[in-house]
């Protein structure tokens, strides 16, 4: 069973401009989670989605966004780009949403913002 | 979510088994138990969860104290392999639904030597 597949791997920007990540979870998989992480900071939750639903969110700025398509697929956009926004972009998926499941991560997108 | 202490680093010999602690005394009756790891430049991979009893899977086993306030992830015998940062992470449901994000700490920085 194929895993969690991001892409891409590795994302060079210029300040102020946006960008789209893309995460395809496991397949059956409907719950897909993304996560910010920085050496500084560790690992962040973004937010979650669910049947194209955002369900929870972290404490974010509104310049990060995502949808999940309808093929559980998703997506997140960062807009205005600032140099802290460099990290490891990391998705997870899962087969429901409850707390007693398990998440399952990708690879990782690495964003430089320069 | 509640939160949860873990030692910063822990070192274990090769083919030994290894004993990881978790302290959460502020843990709810609904938190699960999780715990997750980290290898070098790898997304977090899922190892084992639990809410009451103890839990064996093929990768490790997790202790659960009788009062719910501390837990340890028990790796049977060590190989280089596991050497990882090791999480330890409490998940309670929303009250609106879904599952909040994994948040992750700072975890156990595990050291396997030859």
């Known amino acids: 069973k194929a895993g969690v597949t991001q892409t891409p791997r590795y994302l060079i920007k210029t300040r102020g401009q946006q960008v789209t990540l893309s995460c395809s979870p496991i397949?059956?998989?409907?719950?897909v989670s993304w996560y910010q992480q920085t050496p500084g900071q560790g690992l962040q939750f973004l937010f979650e989605?669910?049947?194209?639903?955002?369900?929870n969110k972290g404490n974010f700025p509104g310049r990060f966004s995502g949808r999940q398509f309808s093929n559980s697929r998703s997506e997140m956009n960062v807009s205005t780009l600032e140099l802290g926004d460099s990290a490891l972009y990391l998705c997870?998926?899962?087969?429901?949403?409850?707390?007693?499941?398990?998440?399952?991560f990708g690879q990782g997108t690495r964003l430089t913002v320069v | 979510d509640a939160k949860t202490t873990q030692p910063n680093s822990m070192e274990s010999n090769e083919e030994e088994p290894v004993h990881l602690p978790c302290n959460h005394s502020t843990i709810s009756g609904t938190d699960y138990i999780h715990w997750y790891r980290q290898l070098p430049s790898q997304g977090p991979e899922y190892v084992i969860h639990?809410?009451?009893s103890n839990v064996n899977n093929r990768m490790a086993s997790l202790a659960i104290a009788e009062d719910r306030k501390s837990s340890t992830l028990i790796l049977h015998r060590a190989t280089l392999r596991d050497a990882a940062v090791y999480y330890c992470i409490l998940r309670d449901r929303p009250s609106g639904g879904g599952a909040d994000g994994l948040t992750f700490g700072k975890g156990t920085h595990l050291i396997i030597q030859p």
């Open positions: 989605y669910f049947s194209e639903t955002q369900r």
């Open positions: 397949s059956g998989h409907r719950s």
């Open positions: 997870a998926s899962s087969r429901s949403t409850g707390a007693y499941t398990e998440a399952f």
């Open positions: 639990g809410l009451t």
